[in-house]
C-alpha cells in the first residue's frame, strides 16, 4: 500500500510558517500538531523569511501596472465621440431624428 504525496496549500503553509517565526512553540511540538516533519516547517519558515521582502516590493509594481493608460484611453473617448458625432448627422440627414 503506497502513501499518496498530501498538497498542503499556500493558506496552510503560511499558517504553519508564521506560527514557526513567532517562536511559541518549538519545531517538534508544532510538527505534532499540525502532522508535518520539522525539516518541512523549517523549509517554509526559511522561505517565508527569504520572500517578505517580495511582498512590498512587488505591491508598489503592482499598483502601477494596474493603472490604465490615460493617453489610449482618451483617443478612444475621442474616437467614440467622433462616431456619435457623424452617426446623429446621418440619421438628420435622413429624417430619422430631428436636430
Do not use: C
Not at 508535518?36 to 527569504?50: A, G, M
Not at 521582502?53 to 501596472?65: A, G, I, N, Y
Not at 457623424?86 to 435622413?94: D, G, H, I, Q, R
Amino acid at each position: 500500500m503506497s502513501k499518496t504525496k498530501r498538497k498542503f496549500s499556500s493558506k496552510f503553509k503560511s499558517k504553519v510558517a508564521l506560527e514557526a517565526i513567532k517562536e511559541r512553540h518549538t519545531t517538534s511540538e508544532l510538527s505534532r500538531k499540525f502532522e508535518l516533519h520539522p525539516t518541512q516547517i523549517n523549509t517554509w519558515k526559511r522561505e517565508l523569511v527569504n520572500k517578505s521582502t517580495l511582498l512590498f516590493e512587488t505591491k508598489s509594481k503592482q499598483v502601477r501596472e494596474s493603472e490604465p493608460d490615460l493617453e489610449a484611453l482618451y483617443s478612444k473617448i475621442g474616437k467614440l465621440e467622433m462616431e456619435r458625432d457623424y452617426l446623429k448627422k446621418s440619421l438628420v440627414k435622413l429624417g430619422w431624428i430631428e436636430k
